[in-house]
């Protein structure tokens, strides 16, 4: 069976990446993740995982003491929150507004216990009033679950008023965070989050694979007075946390499983890219783009599925317009300009467009070859 010799090394082409994520990531990121791979015990990964804490702290804005990268892609850091924090029985608050609330609704009842949805349409913000009358119609609710920036529609949901309301009524808010963080403001600790994940390849413009997540001291608590261990060993926080903390905090680290070395060393190098420029700046800088694309995706006709006051800067759904072959046109966007958008998820299949904004690909060239390349194959 000679097969290997006559299969050559994977050399993909060099796409612009205008999806859903993974997003196109920086070149510094690519270098960083090629430098020589290390122990992940060695004294200097250690002092690299030290700062890497910091860097996501900032990111989150946070300064939550359990703050880390789970290694596996952002649906792990999902889960991450709902197996540590959530036990069998106990009630949750699922708001769904698209694709990734029913996948954190699933999570609810993965772990056993009992799932309260919120519905509201697909392209519309959760809405506050709504989550605000489930609350006292559940006073037995221990957690508020929603996603911030809804991936598979555009809408930005109001993150600070629904943890404000899960506060009032007692209960622990875990926030999906894998299109808004470094994308639209966010604020862990101003905010009151008690548990956030992200993902690498959305607005870090980092490789795809790691999951930023911090838990507030409320959520630790939790953690600490669980009845039953955490039926996921791999995902369980506090045989993880044995290995992130120590190091500076003097204790000393342990094995738990072999840190993803090279890819650590490229999330280092996305936050740290992200934290020169200043998170602000990267905010503001999604906004202008989001304005460019915009009025040009206007100018070809084209209508938004989300209203402007909800709509995410990182992610443009747009509807596709009458007697137009969704696959065709994404096929040749691919094939005659290397570019990609995403086609539509779940209730929007076939239907709109995602062109996503995020991290490195939320810049002028990028807005360009979009509305060039969509006026020539629609033309
Ligand atoms: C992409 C995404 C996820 C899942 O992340 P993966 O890295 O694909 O596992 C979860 N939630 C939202 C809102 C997303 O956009």
């Known amino acids: 069976m000679l097969v290997a010799p006559y299969i050559d090394a994977f050399n993909p082409p060099r796409r612009t990446l205008m999806g859903p994520g993974p997003s196109d990531v920086y070149p510094e990121v690519l270098a960083a993740q090629s430098r020589p791979t290390i122990g992940h015990l060695d004294p200097l990964f250690v002092g690299m995982m030290d700062e890497l804490k910091e860097l996501i702290q900032y990111a989150f804005q946070t300064t939550n003491e359990m703050t880390l990268a789970v290694s ?6 999902m889960e991450t929150c709902f197996v540590n924090l ?15 609330g029913e996948r954190m609704r699933q999570n609810v009842e993965r772990v056993g216990a009992v799932a309260v949805v919120v519905d509201n349409e697909w392209g519309e913000p959760v809405n506050p009033e709504d989550v605000e009358a489930a609350l006292k119609a559940h006073p037995d609710a221990k957690f508020l679950a929603f996603v911030h920036a809804e991936t598979s529609t ?6 600070k008023a629904l943890c404000g309301l899960a506060k009032q009524h007692d209960c622990l808010s875990i926030v999906d965070a894998v299109t808004s963080l470094g994308g639209v403001e966010l604020r862990v600790d101003e905010w009151g989050i008690d548990a956030i994940y992200s993902g690498s390849q959305k607005c870090l413009s980092c490789v795809p694979g790691l999951s930023p997540v911090s838990f507030s001291p409320a959520a630790v608590e939790k953690l600490k007075a669980r009845k039953t261990p955490v039926q996921s060993w791999f995902l369980d926080q506090t045989l993880v946390m044995g290995y992130w903390s120590g190091g500076a905090s003097g204790g000393k680290r342990s094995y738990h499983h072999t ?8 999330l280092h190098e996305s936050l740290r890219l992200l934290a020169n420029e200043g998170l602000e700046a990267a905010w503001q800088r999604h906004a202008d783009m989001h304005r460019v694309l915009r009025q040009g995706l206007e100018g070809l006709g084209l209508k938004f599925v989300v209203d402007e006051a909800s709509r995410l800067p990182q992610l443009n759904a747009v509807y596709i317009p009458e007697g137009i072959d969704d696959g065709a046109v994404r096929a040749q966007l691919l094939e005659s300009y290397n570019l990609e958008i995403g086609a539509g998820l779940g209730a929007l299949a076939g239907k709109a467009w995602r062109i996503g904004l995020m991290g490195f690909g939320a810049r002028r060239e990028n807005v360009a070859l979009c509305l060039k390349a969509l006026e020539d194959v629609l033309n």
């Not at 959530?86 to 990734?100: S, T």
């Not at 840190?259 to 490229?266: D, I, S, W």
């Open 154 to 159: 555009g809408a930005l949901s109001d993150a």
């Open 86 to 100: 959530v036990e069998a029985g106990e009630k949750v608050i699922v708001c769904r507004n698209g694709v990734f």
């Open 259 to 266: 840190a993803p070395v090279n890819a650590l060393y490229a």
């Open 72 to 77: 596996a892609p952002g649906s792990a850091g």
